[in-house]
């Protein structure tokens, strides 16, 4: 009959709507991440229902199944164990593979921990991005930073909590002047907000915590210094381009020598 992607909570089992909670009594299947955790939820809200694994490991074999069920008439619901399934959990496959056979497919939103994570952080977020995990080797960890360093936005990203306090040292290290928030157990009991410039969060977290964590990060607030630095390095490229540089090229290597991001010395050269 149809595919029906819920959002759970992620942490406070309170934080579910009514329409997923409507889905989840009506379907044939629910297809979850771990069936304990599941069958808790549906305990707390009194829902009886059939569950089936869906995980990493074997989402290709269960989405042929699956996909045998929808085309008899089945309803299927599909959770994750927090949040919305498809988003840095199983659950893209499947709906990729619904879509190309024309089984129609639904999406009911909920409770999101990148986006709670993003306003009570206190940044501002007229944009964002999100990074999933971050990487576990510090190379990558440094090169991702590297690309982040030209994004004028907010990022939010994901971290296991023993990895928390070395990661955060090579972002304080690698993006000088940015601040943060850590986020830890969002809607539950005992959530934590800790906030500010990323040496500081970094001496903060030196032990790991417990509990899940949400990492936002975003470039600091512009001072009248970091302006007139903006303004120096614009003005180095423009120089080096009425040399014969190519702007891009001149802005790349600005951009390394003052740590001004790449495309405000870029704009700042026009």
Not at 16 to 37: F, G, H, N, Q, S
Not at 90 to 96: D, F, I, M, T
Not at 101 to 108: A, Q, R, W
């Amino acid at each position: 009959m149809s595919l029906a992607v819920c959002a759970t909570p992620i942490g406070n089992l309170s934080d579910i709507t009514l329409r997923v909670l409507e889905e989840l009594r009506a379907a044939d299947l629910v297809l979850c991440e771990d069936t304990r955790r599941t069958r808790i939820l549906l305990d707390r809200h009194g829902i009886e229902a059939r569950l089936l694994s869906y995980q990493r490991h074997n989402e290709a074999a269960r989405a042929e199944e699956v996909l045998a069920r929808l085309a008899r008439g089945e309803r299927v619901a599909l959770v994750s164990d927090a949040g919305l399934p498809g988003v840095n959990d199983p659950g893209a496959r499947l709906v990729r593979a619904a879509v190309a056979v024309g089984e129609p497919v639904t999406v009911l939103p909920g409770p999101s921990a990148v986006e709670t994570a993003l306003v009570v952080s206190g940044v501002e977020a007229a944009r964002y991005q999100f990074v999933g995990f971050l990487p576990r080797r510090e190379t990558q960890l440094r090169e991702l930073a590297r690309e982040l360093a030209s994004w004028a936005g907010a990022v939010v990203a994901f971290e296991s909590p023993r990895r928390l306090g070395a990661s955060l040292r090579v972002l304080a290290e690698a993006l000088p002047g940015w601040e943060g928030a850590v986020c830890r157990e969002l809607t539950k009991r005992f959530e934590e907000v800790v906030r500010g410039p990323l040496p500081e969060l970094a001496g903060r977290f030196g032990e790991p915590p417990r509990g899940e964590i949400t990492l936002v990060l975003a470039p600091g607030r512009r001072t009248a210094s970091a302006s007139q630095g903006v303004e120096a390095a614009g003005a180095a490229v423009a120089e080096l381009v009425e040399a014969g540089a190519a702007r891009r090229a001149a802005a790349e290597v600005v951009s390394r020598l003052t740590g001004v991001p790449r495309n405000e010395v870029y704009r700042g050269s026009l």
